[in-house]
């Protein structure tokens, strides 16, 4: 329907045009093309958004099934891989990690659920 009235104005299907005393006909046209204008511009922010939309970073990377504990250096440390799923290098990844754990009192009473940041240890390697 919004192509219409390009096809008639550029390609020439006979005189058709509106005169003077059609009321009716101008109003159809400039309805028609506005129609057709937002139509266009909502299907180009569409494509345009679907396009630029990266894929969801949870379809990608995959995390081991099991962590292990071992002791590095004198110290405790929590051990697991990630994988990236796509065929590229990673420039500046950046990775957090926070241990979440419940929280009791001396009395045995329950908390909510208290999470801290873990250090990864990339900033001093």
């Known amino acids: ?49 679907k396009a630029s939309r990266a894929k969801s970073r949870a379809q990608l990377i995959r995390f081991s099934r099991h962590g ?8 405790l440390c929590l051990l697991w891989r990630i994988a990236d ?6 420039c500046e990844a950046h990775v957090r990690a926070y241990c979440y754990r419940e929280q009791r009192t001396r009395e045995g009473e329950r908390l909510d659920w208290e999470g801290c940041e873990l250090d990864l240890g990339y900033d001093t390697g």
Do not use: E
């Open 1 to 49: 329907m919004f192509k219409t009235h390009p096809t008639v104005t550029t390609i020439g299907f006979g005189n058709d045009y509106i005169k003077g005393d059609c009321y009716g006909g101008a109003v159809l046209l400039v309805v028609q093309c506005l129609v057709g204008l937002v139509l266009d511009g909502v299907l180009l922010g569409l494509i345009v958004t």
């Open 68 to 75: 292990v504990v071992c002791r590095r250096n004198g110290q």
């Open 85 to 90: 799923l796509r065929n590229r290098s990673m």
